[in-house]
Structure formats: C-alpha cells, structure tokens
C-alpha cells in the first residue's frame, strides 16, 4: 500500500478563483463570515497589501480598500473536494475525502500504468492545477504519515514502512489532527513532535489521554491497518462555480464554463458514461432576480452523441454562451446532467497520432451549438407516393436513412421546390418539351392530404429538365401546370 | 501545347506505341522533374469524377479533394448534382459525411437514396444569416469527418473565399461554391472553376474548364449524365457514342397536349383518319 495525500492549504480562496484567470491583479480574500468575520485565505495581491490570516474583516478592508472580499463556502470546498477525488480516481480505485481540505488516494497499484512513481505524481499535480487549485503532494506508506508528510510540506516521498519513524521523528503533533486540548496539555509538558511523544511511555499516554492518541501514534507508524471509506462518485452529477466577481458578459464565463467541464468530464470517466443532454444555469444576483422575473438564465445543451471529452463539452458551452444575452450579472453557474449513456473507452491507436483523426467534437455538435437545434437536418425516406410526404426532415441523423427501401420506379428531381408554383404563364410564352410521363400520383384521400396529379418530366427551353405535373382537383386532364421540382 | 492535341494534357492519356519517335520524346519527357506547358499541374488528393472525359480534362484526373472548386451555373435543373454524385458516393464509402449549406431548393431524399447515397451521412445546414452560413462552410470544410461541402453562399468577398480554400486545403475537404456566372469576381482563389451550361444535344451537360493549374482548355468536355455507371473507382466505361442530334422537334409538347385536350373528340378522329 502506497498512500498520496492532496493536500490543498488554499482551498477557501480557490473554491472561488478558479472561476476567472485573471486572479492575481485583483486582491482577493475569503472571510469567515458571522458577526465578527475574519479573514480565512487571502491572495497574494491581499497579502502584499497587508492581509493576513486572522485579522478582521474591518481591518483588512481598512487596509487594501479595493478588497473582493466572499464568505467562506463549506459546501463549495466540500464540492471541491468532491471533484478532485473524481479526477483521481482516473489514477487509481480507492480514492477518500479528509475534510476539509485533503483527499486520499492508493497509487500504490498503480505505479508500473503510469511508468513511475515521479511521472505519476506529475499527472496528478498537473490535472489538479489544470482545474485551478495549488496542490502540496506526499507519499507515505500509511495514509495518516502521509496526510503529515503534505502538511509539513515534505516533498521527498517515504516509500517503506521502516522509514517512517526517522521521517515523522521531527513532525508537529498537530500534523495528526489531535484533539486541541490534547495537544496543548501535551505542549505544556514539552510534547510537540511526533518523536518525543513515541519516547513516551504507551500505557501512560494511553491513561492519561484515552485510547486516540495511541491509536493515531500507531496508524501514522503502519503498526496497525488504517481503512478509509473509499469515494465514489455520486449517480447524477450536479455542481456549481461561484465566481470573484459577477460577469456581466455572457463570454466571460467562458473560463468558468471550461472548469465545469473538466469536473464534468472527471465525472464522466470515473462512472464510464458519456453525457447526452445537460443543463448550463447561469445564476443571477438575488437583488436583481426579482427584475429579471427568474433566479437563473438557463442553457439546455444536448450532444448528438454521448459526449466525454474535455475539448467537446467546453465548445458547445462555449458556442452557446457567445450567443446568449445576459439579462443581469451572474454570479454562479451550475451543471447538471440530464440524460447520460454508457460510453465505453476508445482503444488507443498502433501508433503515436493514430487516434488524432477522431474528431474533437462533432461537426453537427458545433453547428447546432451555434446555429441552433433545428439548423442541421438529415433526411429520411418514408412509404408514400406524394413527394412531400416521401421524405421527412430530423435532427437525429441516426434515424436518416431510407427506413422503407423507397426507391421509386419513375424519376425523381433531386431539387424539390418547397411548395409547387404555378407555370401557366411560362408555358404560354414557350412551349416546354415533355421528355417522360406521364406518372399518376393519386393518394392520401384518408388523411386529408389528398391530391391527384399526373407528373412529366419536361425540358424547358433554356434546356433544363423541369418536374412538373397538373393537378387535377375537379376531375381529369382538366388541371394546371406546375413546377415542383428540378433534374439538377 | 508541344505536340499538337490541345486538349488534354497528360501523357500517359494519348494512345501512341513505343516505336514511334514521337512515344520515346513522351517517354523521356515523361520525367517527374519535367514540367510542360500544356500540363497540369499535379495534385495529390484528386477524387474521380466517374466521367473519364472530365476527369482527363482536370489536374489529377478528378475533383480537388483538398481545396475549393467554384461552379457557375447558368440555371437550376440543367443535372449540376448529377455531376457531382459519383464522386460524393466515393466519399461517403469511405465514412465521410456530405453537408450541403444554404441550398436553394429542398433535396429530394428519395432521388438522392436512389442514386447510392446513404442518408444517414448527408446533412444539411439551414442558415438565417449570411454569416452563419459562412462560419458553417468553414467549420464543415476543416472537419476531418466532413468529405465534401457544398455551399450556395452570397458573398463574392475575396479574403472570404481565401479564407475558405485554406480551410478546404487544411481540412482536406472537397469544396465547391456554386454561384451565378454574373458573379464571377476578378481573382479567384479557387485552384479550379468551371462553368455548367446545358449542351444543344437532351440529356448531356457541357462542363467548361474556365480555370485549372495547367494550360488552359479551349472547349467544352461534354459529359453524358446518363451513362453514369461508374460506382466503384477503377471500373472503366466505355463512354456511350453521342447521339445524333433529332432530326425534327419533339412534336410531343405541353403545347401539343394543350392543343390535343382543347381540340373536340370529332375534330380529333378526323385528324387521325
């Protein structure tokens, strides 16, 4: 067993600035909220200004006027949380939460996938930046040492359970998460590292302050087994991303849209599903929701096929965002899957670049994005005589095709005039040459739609073949002209 | 033009033996690191036509399959798509899809599964805006899953229609534009445009080369629509011999048919006695 603990010590401020890249000009500070807020996490803008871990809000504010100031979020950090362990689990099976600002993943099965120990770890630390957040990684044998080994910024990893006593020697007591009182009756007798309490007598320690303390002295060393409840990732995604700042450009969310995908697509991966259907919520500020007359603006996004990649979702998220209109600043978005389908893992090409063929995202995927859902059609042929019903128009061009092999005998125009125009006026001026037919349609009296219409091929005087046909409504050979369609 | 026939281009189309003085001089000239007036220019992603005679007459024997071809049509209805069917059959069998932006008319699904085409890899992009349906064009011609894009644009824009036979060339698409003669532009980007016009003679279409990479060709290659038989690329056609030309009109008009209906039965029976 191999632990790596992803310790992440800025996650209240992160929570809010992975929505927007520009992060670091604007100072920036998390407050705990309440009647007398504190600051909790401040960026590095903040703290040039002054800003300081503990301080009031009025002092701080005092301090950088220009202060975006945010309450702390628990359940966002919690969302947060949530996600990377989904993302982990890329790496690995067994991933688990320590809240409120670390998760736990086993590599230890892992390391020969991913060539190495080091290569590992710079996936991990890679993709956990990619998503906004400043990861400390650590490696230990047992998950506790190794949940110390990150708090105590230990970079060197400890692979064997025989080096875990020199290398926890010089660690802090807090680094185990001990009780409060525990640790300050213990630095009150000049306990404060993890060495000086295993110098210490183990049935006294145990007397003295119950059965914790020895246990966790026992679980960092792997003397005894340290189970984690394991994460999985919940059934239906949902989440949300509150940003810095309100957008009030639709095309500024842009960014925050491109890490609701990437949490999205982490999800995705970890249940083996590609997404059909979702829905982008583009939360308002609640002064101005009553104005707008809706809490949120929302986007229903729909893929032509089950979607996973990164690239594809932030396109369409993207595309549907340049076109819409804010109708007030938004301040949080949401994701929420509506309808997902299994999607099996694509095999890896022979060779490097075999799979770069495989498009990104779909063609019709980006059009309808942009375009709108009705702009790409397919065709499909139908069992019916009347040209207008032998066809339909869908979206999904997984039910185009010929469904009744409906190869009609006689010639069919491959341009088809929307509705049939009247050529009695041309036929006047120049006689046209028949070439073909005639061929009797007569059908469709049961539905309403019934005509009755002989149909010839015609060649015009400027030498184009015309479809045309005369209507008989009253009887026989007693109709007009019309066009209906070209021999392109 | 060195050697007399100006029309097509190619050495290895003219049937000579090797005997012959004039076949070694082709042989010779025949070198890769030989280029001559009168041929065309190579090009490496042609796609067949399935009309040989069209094929001889373009660089690489076929369609540009990675850049822009500009049609001007003198009128709908003259067998302008006919034209382009085998080619698209082609590409379709090798899983690519067909988009067809803006067109003028609706097609006919039922003419279009009859000559070969799968339904399911044709799509068509309805567009409320010129430029829409010039960012569509764009997007389709560099898809990689996108063969062939037609598009029925509006714009005689000439950094546009670059733009476009970049994307064509990028994404490996075969493009066409299909416009009006009148509005044919100055400096066309296009490596290849032609002109579609109804031959005299029913039933064939006279495809003017107005501009290849190669020497220009004087006359117009008259393609037989109807001997379209060519489904699988390699498969030879003997074209079909021209039809001699009707000895008078087709006395069989709408106009006849007008007259016969207005004519009174007695009439008619007397007439025919």
């Known amino acids: 067993m191999l632990w790596c603990s992803i310790f992440l010590p800025a996650l209240p401020l992160e929570v809010y600035a992975r929505g927007s890249d520009d992060d670091t000009t604007q100072p920036f500070a998390v407050g705990s909220g309440g009647s007398r807020p504190q600051i909790v996490a401040a960026n590095a803008a903040a703290r040039t200004g002054g800003v300081k871990r503990g301080q009031a809000v009025a002092g701080a504010l005092a301090l950088v006027p220009g202060l975006a100031l945010r309450d702390r979020d628990p359940k966002a950090e919690t969302r947060a949380l949530e996600s990377i362990a989904t993302f982990t689990l890329s790496f690995t099976s067994a991933a688990s939460l320590v809240p409120p600002s670390a998760v736990l993943a086993e590599i230890g099965g892992s390391l020969k996938f991913f060539g190495g120990l080091d290569r590992l770890l710079a996936a991990m630390k890679r993709g956990i930046e990619a998503r906004g957040h400043a990861p400390r990684l650590a490696v230990a044998p047992s998950p506790l040492a190794a949940l110390v080994f990150a708090r105590t910024q230990r970079s060197e990893p400890v692979l064997e359970s025989r080096a875990l006593a020199p290398a926890l020697k010089d660690a802090p007591l807090a680094a185990l998460g001990l009780d409060s009182r525990v640790l300050e009756t213990l630095a009150a007798a000049g306990v404060r590292t993890i060495g000086a309490a295993e110098a210490l007598p183990r049935d006294g320690l145990a007397r003295r302050f119950g059965p914790g303390l020895v246990e966790a002295l026992d679980r960092a060393h792997a003397r005894i087994p340290d189970p984690r409840a394991p994460y999985a990732p919940p059934p239906s995604f949902e989440t949300k991303l509150a940003l810095p700042a309100p957008a009030h450009d639709a095309a500024a969310l842009g960014f925050a849209a491109h890490r609701l995908a990437q949490d999205l697509a982490a999800w995705l991966l970890a249940r083996g599903l590609g997404v059909q259907a979702a829905e982008l919520a583009l939360v308002h500020e609640p002064w101005q929701r009553a104005r707008v007359g809706r809490p949120a603006t929302v986007l229903a996004l729909a893929f032509a096929s089950p979607a996973r990649a990164i690239g594809h979702l932030a396109t369409v998220m993207h595309e549907r965002l340049a076109r819409t209109a804010l109708p007030a600043p938004v301040e949080t978005l949401a994701l929420a899957t509506r309808s997902t389908a299994p999607l099996a893992g694509a095999p890896l090409g022979l060779l490097p670049g075999d799979e770069a063929d495989a498009p990104l995202v779909p063609l019709v995927d980006r059009l309808r994005a942009r375009l709108g859902d009705t702009a790409v059609v397919s065709y499909a042929t139908r069992a019916d005589h009347r040209p207008e019903r032998a066809q339909v128009e869908t979206t999904d061009a997984t039910h185009a095709g010929t469904d009744p092999p409906a190869t009609p005998g006689a010639p069919r125009p491959l341009w088809l005039l929307p509705e049939p125009v009247p050529i009695g006026d041309a036929l006047a001026a120049a006689p046209w040459a028949l070439c073909d037919g005639p061929e009797r349609i007569e059908s469709g009296w049961w539905d309403g739609g019934d005509v009755r219409r002989d149909y010839c091929v015609a060649q015009t005087p400027q030498g184009a073949r015309a479809w045309i046909f005369r209507h008989h409504a009253r009887g026989t050979d007693d109709g007009d002209w019309w066009l209906h369609g070209w021999f392109a | ?273």
Do not use: N
């Open chain 2, 1 to 273: 033009m060195g050697q007399g026939t100006p029309s097509v281009g190619h050495p290895r189309d003219r049937k000579l033996t090797l005997s012959s003085p004039a076949a070694r001089l082709a042989a010779r000239l025949a070198h890769p690191a030989i280029w001559r007036g009168g041929d065309c220019a190579p090009e490496p992603a042609s796609l067949p036509t399935g009309f040989p005679a069209l094929d001889a007459a373009l660089p690489g024997g076929g369609w540009p399959g990675a850049g822009l071809t500009e049609m001007l049509l003198a009128r709908d209805g003259i067998g302008e798509i006919a034209l382009m069917l085998p080619a698209l059959g082609s590409l379709q069998r090798a899983r690519r899809d067909i988009v067809w932006i803006a067109p003028p008319y609706r097609p006919c699904a039922p003419a279009l599964a009859a000559a070969g085409l799968d339904l399911a890899r044709f799509h068509v992009v309805r567009c409320a805006r010129p430029d829409d349906a010039l960012w569509a064009c764009e997007q389709a011609l560099r898809a990689p899953e996108c063969g062939a894009v037609f598009a029925w644009l509006a714009t005689r824009d000439e950094r546009v229609l670059r733009r476009l036979q970049v994307a064509a060339r990028d994404g490996r698409s075969f493009g066409t534009l299909w416009r009006r003669p009148g509005d044919r532009g100055g400096a066309a980007s296009a490596p290849l445009r032609l002109g579609l016009a109804p031959h005299e003679r029913g039933g064939l279409l006279a495809v003017h080369v107005l501009k290849r990479r190669g020497g220009a060709l004087g006359h117009p290659v008259v393609v037989d629509l109807e001997a379209r038989s060519v489904v699988a690329p390699g498969i030879a056609v003997r074209p079909r011999p021209l039809p001699a030309p009707p000895r008078r009109p087709d006395p069989r008009t709408v106009a006849a048919h007008e007259a016969v209906r207005t004519t009174p039965v007695r009439r008619r029976l007397r007439a025919a006695s």
